[in-house]
């Protein structure tokens, strides 16, 4: 009840409700894109004013090389403020599901106001962190981006088809919350969510996403190069140890992903490129 009672001094309008956990793993990834260093920071500032802001510009969860925003960064930087009105500052391209659930249910269960505001843009798991805000104000050239849950999987038929449940899961609960704060249909939003939707400036106003259009510009995020999907087998290797998945487990899929459906190595006479077309077409078999 005592909870109950310090939400009801937030005078901005009711947060959504809280996200269920159903679980926890690295392996609940959304984008897996790194921005470029000089957007890679998680601060807080002005702490000895009446209302700090927390800015939250870079990769949702630990990053696998000691970057990102963890829920514990959020966790200990509201401890640090205590009973004060927050804005938060989101450009970021997603993350870790888990991570961005809990960083959603930290900010929303807030005595105080949270004045969320979407500076480049906020996908995926940033998305829902984003919905956390009593008020959310977006730049007029910003975006919030919304899709379905995405992860690696391997095993039997039983594990996949578990991963299926799960996954289903998480798109129920993603739409449940963003159908609370935009009060759009939820099968309108499941729909939005597998175009994996761009809502930037008015529009997402006038959808429900946000309050209102922030006056000043802000800038849209700046990506570092590089491929968005791992495209040869050092570079697999890497992603995957940065899931935790264990080596054995790294090593039997590698070589899987080396032969074909019909047992056979590949051939050397594949023209350039066909190996890597081979490996991801494999790899994406066993995610979905």
């Known amino acids: 009840m005592r909870q109950c009672r310090n939400l009801l001094r937030v ?10 956990d159903f679980g926890a793993g690295s392996e609940w990834q959304y984008e897996p894109k790194a921005l470029a260093t000089d957007f890679q920071r998680f601060e807080v500032q002005a702490l000895a004013t009446s209302n ?3 800015s939250i510009f870079d990769y949702i969860g630990p990053d696998g090389q000691g970057g990102g925003v963890p829920v514990g960064k959020v966790a200990a930087a509201l401890r640090t ?6 804005t938060v500052e989101i450009n970021s391209p997603g993350g870790n599901y888990f991570e961005g659930v809990a960083i959603y249910n930290l900010l929303r269960r807030h005595t105080q106001p949270i004045a969320v505001q979407v500076l480049g843009i906020a996908a995926s798991a940033a998305s829902v962190i984003a919905m956390a805000g009593d008020t959310i104000a977006i ?12 992860g690696i999987f391997a095993g039997n038929a039983d594990d ?9 899961k998480l798109d129920g609960a993603m739409a449940d919350t963003y159908a609370a704060r935009t009060g759009l249909d939820r099968d309108k939003l499941i729909a939005m969510m597998k175009a994996e939707t761009y809502i930037g400036g008015q529009d997402a106003v006038d959808q429900g996403f946000a309050d209102s259009v922030m006056e000043r510009e802000a800038q849209m995020p700046v990506y570092a190069e590089g491929p968005q999907f791992p495209s040869d087998e050092a570079s697999l290797n890497d992603f995957l140890a940065k899931q935790d998945m264990p080596r054995s487990e790294r090593r039997n899929l590698l070589k899987a992903l080396k032969t074909t459906p019909g047992g056979s190595e590949p051939s050397p006479a594949r023209r350039a490129g066909d190996e890597q077309d081979a490996v991801a077409t494999a790899l994406l078999a066993r995610i979905f």
């Open 11 to 20: 005078d901005a309008r009711q947060r959504p409700p809280a996200m269920p």
């Open 139 to 150: 730049a007029h050239n910003a975006e919030i981006m919304i899709h379905q849950a995405m």
């Open 81 to 86: 403020i205590g009973d004060k009105p927050i």
């Open 52 to 54: 700090p802001t927390i």
């Open 160 to 168: 996949m088809e578990d991963a299926l449940a799960t996954l289903r």
